[in-house]
């Protein structure tokens, strides 16, 4: 999906929530962690391992890991009111395909992001993702609907090659580094008094 096509589908909020967002806000400049979708197309490599009642993903990126519970085993279901920031994921096999459905999102500033665009999402953000191999490649379909940023579904490819290279972990975020960046990031709003950011 093209930029141009991407940016057709905010909402008017969405439009208003990013034209207002100030970057100096991001939550990576405190070390929070690269949420999703944006962290699939982050260039890090990432392990998945299968076992009998999930599926979990590695990540080098940030040390992010995600935990599948697959349909058909008894598994913890999140109180309600419970929101997280990679989601809640179920998963299930269709023929080849490993299919994950995440919903219980909590509201994310650049959680519609990726290299064609990034937007806000909320607690109604709903990625559907399907996995497949063929050969030595890993592929994936995904879909994010989110009713109150998206006027329809952005939908991906992806694709990544196997490594037998061990993940590099653990990431370490350090606040210091991860803040370097902001010198170069003016705020939108000068006239607010300088932020004084706590580790």
Known sequence: ???EGATKLLTARARAFTKAFDEL??????????TLPGLFGDPYAFQVEQLADRV???????????????????HPEPATGAFFVHGYSTGRYEGNQLVIDTTRF????????????????????HMTER???EGDSLRMDLRVDDPIF??????FVMEWRRSDQPLSLPWDCDPEAARRN????PSKYPQDPPINRRN
């Open 131 to 133: 996995y497949w191999r």
């Open 25 to 34: 806000a991001a939550p990576k400049y405190d070390c929070g962690p690269a």
């Open 150 to 155: 998206l006027l329809g579904p952005i939908t």
């Open 1 to 3: 999906m093209s930029r």
């Open 56 to 74: 979990t993903f590695t990540y080098e990126k940030d040390d992010v890991v995600r935990t599948i519970w697959l349909e058909g085993h008894r």
């Open 106 to 125: 909590a509201f994310d500033p650049a959680g519609i992001a990726g290299d064609v665009m990034s937007a806000p999402s909320s607690t109604q953000k």
């Open 182 to 185: 902001l010198r170069l990031v």
